[in-house]
């Protein structure tokens, strides 16, 4: 079939008016740079005239970016794209038409990971948009994390209804998915080698024309839709999986009176041809929006594409075990505060606690699927009363967020240090304990960011992620 994609794909010439669908942190650099690039003539932004998002048309007009926090280039890149009359944001989708390429950047997270089941609906909805104007010889290219077999399945499904066109005949269809990363969009989609695949060798090509001009260092890496969906998941899931054994093994740690961070330097000494050990660092858990789901949905795709597999049946996926370990951290969390409040003779109802750091990573205001949030609810459920300090972030749903670190510490009974914001690397063990106005405070080292001698020094009970070697120090008072 893909011979008469060929001739249409032919007769259309080459790709010279792109669109791309969402304005978002993959949007709109991609957009800008695809602009930027000679090899193309006009570039349209479609972003749904939405009451939370709608303002970004007009922003994105004025050659503003809507993005918050540095984008290195960015809005300059936007004026000039703007300026030059190569790029405009509209809510029109009947201008899907007048593109040769589409292309859909739209988020796909999960409702509740438990059940397996993404939310879809942004990026169907947008698929609908695109397939009730798509034009023969188009090229439509999801570049959304998905459960592997969405390209070539719901997606091909839904542009085929709307459209009536047959993908692989009428239209070409692809999966490109994003690997930026906030602070660095612009840098990550020049530099990164591209994964393109199309759901036949024609539809590939295709896409590979699309991106190729927007490369610098970056290489393309061609290969099959599905193949493309299962590497996008899988590379967030094996770094999800590399995090999990660490955090095991710091576990296996204090359980054997073993500092970690010891382990951790033994094994990466381990050097030489062919020998890889990629330790990452234990923590207090994993957040952010790209290794709390990718797992989920590549084992998703296994189990709906894959049928009966052949792996030890009831065991769980080491991914999902990974996913598991990852989760369990934050529990751990409790249970390092409470082991530390019944070393001081305290309970952990009625105790204070000073939780520093609510974005998920550090120095960052970033506070998706944040691990302190589950550290916070298990806390209120104990009867401890905490108060949270976050210097980047300034509000949460519910959560009441201080940028006063003293008034934060004032009068704890325990302090526990969820992410590595270099603020908390610099905290004084004798003026947190005046500020706790305990006899023996607690705290509780999520990132290993302090000295624990330092602090038991000064009279702190001390408990650490991995530090089986101070996690039952003798006591100075
Ligand atoms: N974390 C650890 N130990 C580590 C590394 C991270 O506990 O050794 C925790 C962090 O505290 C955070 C979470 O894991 O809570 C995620 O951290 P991350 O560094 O993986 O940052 P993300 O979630 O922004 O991951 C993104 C991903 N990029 C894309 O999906 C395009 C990921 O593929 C990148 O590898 C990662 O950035 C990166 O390396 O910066």
Redesign the pocket.
Known sequence: MSKRLQSVINARGPIRNIGVVGMGYVGIPAAALFANAPEFEFVRGFQRDSASSGYKIAMLNRGESPLKGEEPGLEDLLGKVVGAGKFRCTSNFSEIAECDAVTLAIQTPFLDPKDLIPDFSALTEGLRNVGRHLTRGTLVVLESTVTPGTTAGMAREILETESGLVAGEDFALAHAP????VGRLLRNIREHDRIVGGIDDVSTRRAVELYAPVLTTGKIIPMTATAAEVTKTA??AF?DLQ?AAVNQLALHCEAMGVNVYDVRAGIDSLKGEGITRAV??P?A????H??TKDSWHLERGAQVLGGDLWYPHGADSIFGVARKINDFMPRHMVHLTTEGLKRAGRPLEGAKIALLGWA??QNSDDTRNT?AEPYLAAMGDAGAEVKVHDPFVDEYPGVKISHDLDETLTGADAVTIFTGHHHYASLDPVRVKELSGQELPVIVDGRNIVDPDAFIRAGFIYKGIGRGDKNSHPIRR
């Not at 994003?178 to 990363?181: A, I, K, T």
């Not at 858990?285 to 952010?288: A, L």
């Open positions: 994003e690997r930026v990363m590379e967030n770094r995090i990452l660092w923590g858990g994993v957040g952010g790209c290794l998920f990573i691990p």
